[in-house]
């Protein structure tokens, strides 16, 4: 069974511009979080969705926003990039339709704004 | 919303010696338990999680203690060895219904010597 996979792996990225990242669950998992992992530092939550809306997002500006597909795969897009943006990004997924508790972590697309 | 504090931040012990982190979070509606290590470099991994029915958990090593008067649970590593280096996170949270938000400790970075 494949795992969460995340693309690109690397991105580089001009301050003021915007970055898509992309996620795909695990075949059958509906929920899709979205965190922040800054160099040394912990997990910061940004997104919640499940079922193709928005349920939650955590303390970050407008400028993160993203959306969820029919076929439950996710984006992330960061727009007017901001050099404290570079960071890496983890998504990760749920099979909350069938009452799942544990997450499973992408790979994580890393982020560098110049 | 949950409100997550781990201690230690860091914890250097000697090979073979025991490990202790400790989770304790502020929504009493909370009723999973889990533990991600994350080693430098790759994902997080869930390692050990705990129902709010179960007062403690062993696998092999690893064991959780979970004290849901005193709203606290626990990570025990014992004997431990180098390859348990890494960061540890808890994310303590209520699974059902409309909420759903993973708020993740802010981790402990675990350093095992030789």
């Known amino acids: 069974e494949a795992g969460v996979t995340q693309s690109p792996t690397h991105l580089i990225k001009t301050r003021g511009q915007q970055a898509t990242l992309r996620c795909s669950p695990i075949?059958?998992?509906?929920?899709v979080y979205w965190y922040q992992q800054a160099l040394g530092l912990g997990l910061q939550f940004l997104l919640w969705?499940?079922?193709?809306?928005?349920?939650n997002r955590g303390n970050f500006p407008p400028r993160f926003s993203g959306r969820q597909f029919p076929n439950y795969s996710s984006e992330l897009n960061v727009n007017a990039l901001e050099l404290e943006d570079s960071a890496l990004y983890l998504c990760?997924?749920?099979?909350?339709?069938?009452?799942?508790?544990?997450?499973?972590f992408g790979e994580g697309s890393w982020l560098t704004v110049v | 919303g949950e409100n997550v504090e781990q201690h230690p931040s860091t914890l250097s012990v000697q090979e073979g010696d025991s490990a202790v982190i400790k989770c304790t979070y502020s929504d009493s509606a909370s009723n999973y338990f889990p533990w991600y290590k994350q080693e430098l470099g790759k994902r997080p991994q869930l390692i050990i999680d705990i129902r709010s029915n179960v007062g403690e958990k062993k696998d092999q090593r690893i064991a959780v203690t979970l004290n849901k008067t005193a709203k606290h649970f626990s990570l025990h590593i014992t004997e431990t060895q180098p390859e348990d280096s890494a960061v540890y996170f808890c994310a303590p949270h209520y699974y059902g219904g409309s909420q759903g938000n993973l708020i993740f400790g802010k981790g402990t970075k675990l350093s095992v010597k030789p």
């Open positions: 990760a997924s749920n099979p909350r339709r069938i009452s799942g508790n544990t997450i499973y």
């Open positions: 075949s059958g998992h509906t929920s």
């Open positions: 969705y499940d079922e193709g809306e928005e349920r």
